[in-house]
């Protein structure tokens, strides 16, 4: 059971456009929320995160807004760069019971392709 | 430069024949962590280690063996290699004994593993 949910394998937006990409989960319980950005044949890198007692983290281009009641985090990109095309993974901490270490969830990922 | 280092990045080998792949990092991270990367299900967690000589099973566990002797090091090994385990392995790690928001996950930039 996937606690964090990308729906949309694949985006595909014009640069200079908004580009928006989509996380649900199903954990009321997570602290906080985190993007990771993956170009091919690179590692995932911290993006942005946003606290769960916060609606809206905003950092350059990027904005994640948080909506607790439908348990939706969006991530929006403004303008959209060439650069921007990549894998975007949405990710939440889950603490097991028995460890006090969280472990990071990761969403199955959004391949954001960037047109000219 | 700060990194999380991981050998080989290609690796083609035959069921049964042992393997390891090193991870090694030079940030001083206590928490350190082993994911795969498969298509339509994101990262998932193999193992992780809150610290030298702390081990815990991550979601996928199975066919998996890891060791952390040294703070730096965090090697993966596969004792018996089967094709299902064919898939893009990454080590990441965290300054604090478990990721949090302040600090997030570090990701060396993966190993393509082929069993055949």
């Known amino acids: 059971d996937q606690q964090v949910k990308q729906n949309s394998p694949s985006l595909s937006v014009q640069e200079g456009r908004i580009s928006i990409l989509n996380c649900d989960y199903t954990?009321?319980?997570?602290?906080?929320f985190l993007w990771y950005k993956k170009y091919p044949a690179e590692g995932p890198t911290f993006l942005i995160s946003i606290s769960s007692i916060k609606d809206k983290n905003e950092d350059g281009r990027f904005t994640v807004f948080l909506n607790k009641s439908a348990k939706h985090l969006s991530l929006h990109i403004v303008p959209s760069q060439p650069g921007d095309s990549a894998v975007y993974f949405c990710a939440a901490p889950l603490k097991p019971g028995y460890s006090s270490a969280s472990k990071i969830i990761f969403g199955s990922g959004t391949r954001l392709s960037i047109r000219p | 430069e700060a990194q999380v280092t991981q050998n080989p990045r290609y690796l083609i080998t035959v069921t049964g024949k042992k393997l390891t792949v090193t991870c090694s990092q030079n940030?001083?991270?206590?928490?350190m962590s082993w994911y795969r990367q498969d298509p339509g299900l994101g990262l998932r967690q193999i193992y992780y280690s809150m610290n030298v000589e702390v081990t815990d099973k991550g979601d996928v566990p199975e066919g998996y063996k890891v060791s952390r002797k040294e703070k730096r090091n965090f090697p993966l090994i596969l004792e018996s290699p089967s094709p299902n385990q064919t898939s893009l392995y990454f080590c990441a790690s965290s300054l604090t004994a478990g990721p949090t928001l302040n600090s997030p996950l570090h990701f060396g930039n993966g190993t393509r593993l082929t069993v055949t």
């Open positions: 954990n009321s319980m997570f602290d906080y």
């Open positions: 940030m001083n991270h206590e928490y």
